[in-house]
C-alpha cells in the first residue's frame, strides 16, 4: 500500500514552518522528506525523486527559484515533478519572470491557508493524494 503513497520534499529554511508542514502533510497521508534549504533540497530531490516539492522562495545558500530551475534542467522524472513555491512577500517578486524557472504555484504562506495548500498539493499530483482507502 505504500506504493500508492506520495512523496514530497519540503524545502524550507524556516525551522517551525518545515515541521509544521511535514506534520500537516503525513497527517494527509503523504511520505515526506526535508530540506533546510535549497542546496539540501536539490540533493535531497536527487536522492529520493519525489512527487512534489513545496520550496520557500527566499533561502540561504540556493533560493527556490534557483532549486527550481537546476530540478528542471535535470533528466527524466526529476524534470517534470510539480514544484510549489512559498513566500511571505510575494509582492516583493516578479511572478511572471519567477514563472519561467518552471515553479508551478505560488502560495502566499502569511494567508496561512493551510486547505487551499492541500488542495492545490492534490491538484498538482492529479487528483490524487495520499494512500487510498480501501
Known sequence: MSNLRHK??????????RITLTELLRLEGFVVVTARDGD?????????????????????ILDGVELARLLRRQRGKIAGIPIIALSANLTDYNLPEKMNAGIDRFIDKSSNDRQSLMA??????????AASAV
Open 40 to 60: 539540501e533540497g536539490y540533493l535531497q530531490a536527487m536522492t529520493h525523486q519525489p512527487d512534489l516539492v513545496i520550496t520557500d522562495l527566499n533561502m540561504p
Open 8 to 17: 514530497i520534499l519540503v524545502v524550507e529554511d524556516d525551522q517551525n514552518l
Open 120 to 129: 492545490t498539493v492534490r491538484n498538482l499530483l492529479g487528483g490524487s493524494g
